[in-house]
């Protein structure tokens, strides 16, 4: 496969004398792989970051950047976009957090041996707040820097969390250099299971089996164990746990079915009219969740329903504990990018805008609270709205 990758290194701007205008490109590294020609979402991010860099200019200018530049934002990258190097690295920091041993309450979580169960016992635990309309952006936001620092600080990654341009896995996802089972992927699909008949998201018609639905046992992850859960099992060959709840120690390999035809609801031009036709919060959270019907649309999922179910299976496809998938942090990355790229539109109104849906008053003031997953610092969810600088700076980052 060709793969062409280019490097725009932070060159200083000044020739023959002139000093040139900084632009945004000379703030934050990109690195691109040829392979993959820019589609209209990524188009439009360029674009916006013009905007971005002058929103950051203001907000320094009146000191509210908490030490946050475009120079110092973590990037993260799509998983294509990153050289071979940087996945081992990330790949074997994930490994790391997979054998860390768990920091949950052990007499809440019996079964829940490591970091990694960890954060599936939060998921478990505390899915309403972490889905409900105040909290599905900002607590997915957190929940995915907790997962970075985790892999930061407790296994030594230098880097930041990749996402997946949903886009890029439409056309064939299982030999992508995601989900192809080679050394540098993310794990290969699952072993073919017959009993294993297909999906129904929410209340939509049933997808069909793409031929997977079996252990994944090809890639880096073929001898990962998931310990906890399932919570709410979308499927029949997943054994049942021994405790209540799914708390108890269940012990299983990582199941999957890479399908298409789910992708296929996550194409470029849906991200692309879901972020330039929604024009305020509510109906981007509406649209992104549950579009309106279109009988003339075989693939009318939702943008937030294709990237949960792409790869499916257990514990990815399982509402309850589908953190224990490490695709779920590239999805939620992505959706991050996606209300990030919305938000950055318009950012003096729409950072702090809030979904409003049911008539809610406690959004302000909520706090989000991750507990074993961050010790005992709690975030006033307002402050997780803002990914350049929120929470004393915390929240520093920028996708490309
Ligand atoms: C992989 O991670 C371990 C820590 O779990 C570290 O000791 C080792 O050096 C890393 N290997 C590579 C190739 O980065
Ligand atoms: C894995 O496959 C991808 C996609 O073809 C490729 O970019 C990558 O270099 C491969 N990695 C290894 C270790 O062969
Ligand atoms: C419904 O889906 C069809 C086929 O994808 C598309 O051409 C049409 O524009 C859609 N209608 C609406 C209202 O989005
Ligand atoms: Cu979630």
């Given amino acids: 496969m060709r793969s062409i990758w280019c490097v725009s290194l932070l060159l200083p701007a000044v020739f023959a004398g002139t000093v040139a205008k900084r632009d945004w490109r000379s703030k934050v590294a990109v690195q691109r792989n040829g392979f993959y020609p820019l589609d209209v979402v990524d188009k439009l991010e360029e674009q916006t970051m013009t905007k971005v860099d002058e929103y950051m200019t203001k907000k320094i200018a009146a000191g509210k950047n908490n030490g946050c530049t475009l120079e110092t934002a973590g990037v993260r990258r799509e998983w294509g976009d990153m050289t071979d190097e940087q996945r081992l690295d990330f790949i074997n920091a994930t490994l790391c957090l997979m054998k860390a041993p768990s920091k949950a309450p052990t007499a809440q979580f019996p079964g829940a041996r490591t970091r990694y169960d960890d954060f599936m016992a939060y998921h478990l635990t505390n899915a309403g707040s972490l889905h409900d309309t105040i909290g599905l952006f900002p ?7 907790a997962l970075e620092n985790a892999l930061r600080n407790e296994c030594g990654y230098k880097g930041y969390h990749p996402y997946m341009n949903y886009d890029r896995y439409t056309k064939d996802p299982i030999n992508s250099a995601l989900f192809n089972g080679n050394a540098t992927s993310m794990g290969g699909n699952g072993d073919p299971d017959p009993s294993y008949t297909g999906l129904r998201m929410g209340t939509g018609p049933m997808v069909k089996s793409a031929g997977g639905g079996g252990c994944v046992t090809k890639g880096p992850f073929k001898d990962y164990r998931a310990n906890i859960g399932p919570g709410a099992p979308m499927m029949p060959n997943v054994p049942k746990n021994p405790v209540a709840g799914g708390y108890g ?11 298409v035809n789910v992708a296929l609801g996550a194409t470029a031009d849906r991200s692309y009219n879901l ?11 509406n649209t992104l969740l549950t579009p309106p019907r279109n009988a003339s649309d075989p693939y009318n999922w939702g943008v937030h329903n294709s990237g949960h179910y792409i790869s499916g299976g257990d514990p990815g496809g399982d509402p309850m504990v589908s953190p224990g998938d ?23 109104n729409r950072v702090n805008a809030q979904v409003n849906l049911g008539g809610r008053t ?24 803002d990914g350049l600088g929120g929470h004393g700076g915390a929240f520093c980052h920028v996708y490309v």
């Fill in 326 to 348: 490490p695709i779920f942090y590239f999805h939620h990355a992505m959706l991050d990018r996606l209300w990030w790229i919305w938000q950055m539109q318009d950012p003096d």
């Fill in 249 to 259: 120690f269940n012990p299983r390999c990582m199941r999957r079915d890479i399908n």
């Fill in 362 to 385: 406690d959004g302000p003031n909520r706090k989000l609270d991750l507990k074993w997953l961050t010790g005992t610092d709690t975030v006033p969810v307002l402050e997780a709205h």
């Fill in 139 to 145: 607590a997915h936001k957190y929940f995915l820097l």
């Fill in 275 to 285: 972020i330039t036709k929604s024009k305020d919060i509510n109906t981007f959270y």
